[in-house]
């Protein structure tokens, strides 16, 4: 039967398929065609050749990975640990999904876009909170964060407003320091490991929030956990229209792309408002306008960083 090891002395397999006489109370068999030696026959190791390497360093598995581990009887491959992060959104004006609305408030679609990007990048939420704006609040959530976490991310309080509790929570935890960072979205930050934890604090805008975590948090998770690739994956594509930037800025702009001609087009996803999240959420890439350059005309070539594939039409 396939996969049982051969009899002694044979050098070929016939399929039962292929005689001329199939039936199990035959004594004899009759070979229609001649066989030939080593047909149908798999040599033991084969597959992988005395050493050669497997599986590098580094690697994100797959399932096909895990088949071949199984193959060498291994069952519990060495990998890295799960970052462990809370989160803290801030701002007396946010909403849970499910409160009420009330005037002059908005959702907070910041905190369960976060969770699902951290969940999605191999990180162990711990907690997920929101903080009133008032500096004691903000204070306490950070140091039970770095009590209990790798990584503590805030959301909100980091421009250059006067009332942002954030910035002067800040200051009590020396190796923090504030940026202002060449690209949009997401220009406002803090940064900083205090105790050899690692901070992040984002803008509150949502697309600056979408955009600083792919190009700069989502990396670290990714270091901490020992991937070897730690960006998303990139390709070329042209831009269909327009797009306008500044130099001195790397701009990062929500695409959705296009397959015609024999290659890539990108087009914009929507208004690139940093609080509108639908064009977030339609975009299929973050499209590379380099700090050079001041616009990319139509035709032009960009390089993408692939959040999703199109949906197949």
Known sequence: MTGAMMPGGADAVVPVEDLGNAAASDPEVRLVAPATPGQNVRDAGADVRTGERVLAAGRELSAHDLAVLASFGISAPFVGASPRVVALSTGDELL???????????????????????????????????????????????????????VVITLGGVSAGHHDPVKEALS????????????????????????????????????????????????ALRKLQGFGALERPRLTARVAHRMESRAGRTDFVRVTLEHREGAWWAHEAGAQISGHVLPQSRAHALLVVPEPLVRLEPGDSAEVMLLRWPDPE
Do not use: Y
């Open 172 to 219: 009590r935890f020396p190796g923090i320091a504030r940026w202002l960072v060449a690209m949009k979205p997401g220009r406002p930050q803090a940064f900083g490991a205090p105790g050899g934890k690692l901070f992040f604090g984002l803008p509150g805008n949502p697309a600056s929030v979408a955009c600083v975590f792919e190009v700069l948090v989502r990396p």
């Open 96 to 150: 849970g999904v499910d409160d009420p609305p009330r005037e002059g408030a908005i959702r907070d679609s910041n905190l369960p876009m976060l969770s699902a990007l951290l969940e999605e990048a191999g990180a162990t939420l711990v907690s997920a909170s929101r903080l009133r704006d008032d500096v004691e609040s903000v204070a306490r959530g950070m140091a039970d964060g770095f009590a209990k976490a790798d």
